[in-house]
C-alpha cells in the first residue's frame, strides 16, 4: 500500500475551504472550521 503524501496544516485548510467549511475562528495557530449540510452541522479543528 502507497503511503499518503504529506500536506501542510495550511494545505489542508485550503482543500476543506473548497469544500465550502468556513473558519468560525482562530486562536493562534488552530482553526475551527464549520460546514452547514442538509441540516447537520460538520464541526473540525485543525492545527495549521
Known sequence: MKK????????AIKALR???FIATRQRG???????????????ITKEV
Open 18 to 20: 473548497k469544500a465550502r
Open 4 to 11: 499518503l503524501p504529506v500536506i501542510t496544516g495550511y494545505d
Open 29 to 43: 495557530s488552530h482553526v475551527r472550521l464549520k460546514k452547514i449540510e442538509d441540516g447537520k452541522t460538520i464541526k
